[in-house]
Nanobody
Framework: QVQLVESGGGLVQPGGSLRLSCAAS????????MGWYRQAPGKQRELVAA???????NYADSVKGRFTISRDNAKNTVYLQMDSLKPEDTAVYYC????????????WGQGTQVTVSL
């Protein structure tokens, strides 16, 4: 089993920044791809940013140029730097992990709330 623990969510004003962290532990040899998803109230969960199996990165169009995903392999941690936040970024953000070439994310964190509001 793999455990994913997110941190760094909170309340921020529009235009502000937050940095989310996701630390993986347990059977980390079972994963080789990590990413971030989010789910806003009444909406489906959507991909925010994720590494691909070849090391490239995919971003949702809505966050390109504002969000940056990065990782520290030594710490088994993935980060999501979120800048120029907008109210529509308000959601629960989830860290996810999978073992490529499988496409399904098998492991999920508990989620961290991000609220962008005045």
């Amino acid at each position: 089993q793999v455990q994913l623990v997110e941190s760094g969510g909170g309340l921020v004003q529009p235009g502000g920044s937050l940095r989310l962290s996701c630390a993986a532990s347990g059977s980390i040899f079972s994963i080789n791809v990590m990413g971030w998803y989010r789910q806003a109230p009444g909406k489906q969960r959507e991909l925010v940013a994720a590494f691909t199996s070849d090391g490239s990165i995919n971003y949702a169009d809505s966050v390109k140029g504002r969000f940056t995903i990065s990782r520290d392999n030594a710490k088994n941690t993935v980060y999501l730097q979120m800048d120029s936040l907008k109210p529509e970024d308000t959601a629960v953000y989830y860290c996810a992990a999978r073992l490529a070439p499988l496409l399904e994310y098998a492991y999920w964190g508990q989620g961290t709330q991000v609220t962008v509001s005045l």
